[in-house]
């Protein structure tokens, strides 16, 4: 497929999804910090599912984690296939990747975990696991994470040790605050209230990564933290059957509208645009596409980009997103 006629389907795709965002029902809440107005990934809190079991996913799917604050905790697309069920939690956690011209910025992705969501899903940020996309990473050392509770209002996290009071090598200060916000949008995530984080250390006073700790952090701007683009469904991994695979995330782009793209090899195989429910706020926003598979089989790319107005002329270029699946 050539640029053109790409831009041509583009163009095409974006059109036939004209006027199709769906607007917030009045009891989407949404997560607003203590003194600040930072919103959610996004107010969708519903669990896609395969469109009419065209999608087959074989991947273990988490079960959906409800939501009453709007906090952005859709799972993965269920699975159609008759995989046995699985034990514990699905949780959001973020993880930390390369945005726009390499600049860090925040994923998200769900995990399943066994015991206490919320202190598990700290550990994972704080090095005591892998994500399951090789693009991400967590900003964090490798530190012990005692407990988490919800007690006085915020989310109380235990660290009984005094390293890395200063930030690691290497860390920048916008990485340090990011790792601490990794850990702030997973909690809030797995507990679903807007309360704000604690980090209360081995001894009073100590700082982390450089900056101090024993008072509230609550979730920063979604536009300066977030990548503007995060593929929810499919998975890192998942493999798919049928004629289409249903791609769903959220993102903040340009008039509401980017590309998704199917690749094999490096080649483009399939485009369509995606609408989202908009765009004009500190927030990210859910969308929904079908790529035709168009008798594709193998290892195969999902990729989905925020709309670049420039071509490239300006900017660090669109921000992307990348799922490896496989096609039977």
């Not at 590309?259 to 989202?276: K, T």
Request: charged letters at 20%.
């Amino acid at each position: 497929m050539t640029p053109t006629t790409s831009r041509a389907v583009l163009a095409r795709a974006v059109r036939r999804r004209a006027g199709a965002a769906v607007v917030v029902v009045a009891t989407s809440l949404v997560l607003v910090a203590c003194g600040e107005d930072p919103r959610p990934v996004s107010d969708s809190t519903s669990e896609p599912t395969a469109s009419d079991g065209a999608q087959q996913s074989e991947s273990p799917s988490p079960s959906p984690v409800e939501s009453s604050t709007g906090t952005p905790t859709e799972s993965p697309t269920e699975s159609t296939s008759e995989a046995p069920s699985e034990s514990g939690t699905a949780v959001p956690v973020y993880f930390a990747g390369d945005g726009p011209g390499g600049r860090t910025a925040l994923f998200r992705e769900f995990h399943r975990v066994q015991g206490d969501p919320l202190t598990e899903a700290a550990r994972l940020v704080a090095g005591g696991g892998q994500p399951d996309d090789p693009d991400y990473r967590t900003l964090w050392p490798q530190m012990e994470v005692a407990s988490v509770t919800a007690t006085d209002g915020v989310l109380l996290v235990q660290l009984p040790s005094d390293a890395f009071t200063e930030a690691p090598d290497g860390m920048s200060r916008r990485d340090a605050r990011l790792a601490l916000q990794q850990l702030v949008l997973t909690l809030q995530g797995v507990q679903q209230e807007r309360v704000p984080v604690v980090v209360q250390r081995d001894a009073p006073g100590l700082d982390l990564f450089g900056r101090p700790t024993g008072t509230p952090v609550s979730a920063a701007s979604a536009l300066r933290t977030l990548n503007l683009v995060n593929i929810t469904s499919p998975a890192e991994g998942d493999t798919v059957s049928g004629d289409t695979v249903t791609v769903t995330g959220v993102a903040n782009s340009f008039e509401a509208s980017g590309p998704c793209r199917l690749l094999q090899g490096g080649q483009e195989v399939a485009l369509e645009g995606y609408q989202s429910d908009g765009w004009m706020e500190d927030r990210l926003f859910p969308f929904e596409v079908e790529l035709p598979l168009g008798g594709v089989t193998g290892e195969v790319v999902v990729q989905c980009e925020t709309d670049d107005p420039s071509g490239g002329a300006e900017g660090n270029g669109p921000s992307v997103d990348t799922k490896t699946i496989t096609v039977r």
